[in-house]
């Protein structure tokens, strides 16, 4: 019963594709995030929904584009894929935004070759 | 906007000594510091929160400390064990408009046996 699930776990694809990442969460929790580790591990915010309602947009490039259904699912959309998006993308929820601990999802490997 | 700023950014230390991993934030408005433990290959989890009106927090082995007017925040690891080998990430709150959460750049720490 894994509490904030996402999926794949891995992801190998070849520049210029299209691809989606998805994540659902049952803790019952309002905010749901997605992060993204680099190699050298430094964990950026994204994308952070609050009720099914976008509250932060980082200066991500817009070839990224979150959606979510309901206030469980997160999925993360990537267009035309750049060897530079290859990253661990974390998925997270948390039961208010800010000021209470986030539960994170396993990770998404993504390499694009 | 907050600015989190951890070190060192790596620390090797003998099995049964301790460690201690210190973070600086800008926002003297900051009000929630959460510590997350990432072992290889895994994803974040919380091991141990302060909010601003504490000075101190203990669990077990782990003990946070704040000091606001100096802020920064420190994570102290007594009697080390090799499972404590991980990357810690510490974290600050901005608790305006979107309430996001800054992390640290991480702390990957080695315990020889």
């Known amino acids: 019963d894994t509490a904030v699930s996402q999926t794949p776990k891995y992801l190998v694809t070849q520049m210029g594709n299209d691809k989606s990442i998805k994540c659902e969460q049952n803790?019952?929790?309002?905010?749901m995030y997605w992060y993204k580790q680099d190699s050298k591990k430094f964990l950026k915010i994204m994308f952070s929904y609050n009720n099914k309602e976008l509250i932060i947009n980082e200066t991500v490039p817009n070839r990224f584009s979150p959606k979510s259904p309901d206030k469980a699912h997160l999925n993360l959309h990537i267009n035309s894929l750049e060897l530079g998006d290859s990253a661990v993308y974390f998925c997270a929820s948390s039961p208010k935004r800010g000021h209470s601990p986030l539960h994170f999802g396993n990770g998404t490997r993504l390499t694009v070759t | 906007g907050e600015n989190v700023e951890q070190h060192p950014s790596t620390l090797s230390v003998q099995e049964g000594d301790s460690a201690v991993i210190k973070c600086t934030y800008s926002d003297s408005a900051s009000n929630y510091f959460p510590w997350y433990k990432q072992e290889l290959g895994k994803r974040p989890q919380l091991i141990i929160d302060i909010r601003s009106n504490v000075g101190e927090k203990k669990d077990q082995r782990i003990a946070v400390t704040l000091n606001k007017t100096a802020k920064h925040f420190s994570l102290h690891i007594t009697e080390t064990q090799p499972e404590d080998s991980a990357v810690y990430f510490c974290?600050?709150?901005?608790?305006?408009?979107?309430?996001?959460?800054?992390f640290g750049t991480g702390t990957r720490l080695t315990i020889i046996p």
């Open positions: 974290a600050a709150n901005y608790p305006f408009g979107n309430e996001k959460l800054t």
């Open positions: 803790l019952g929790h309002d905010t």
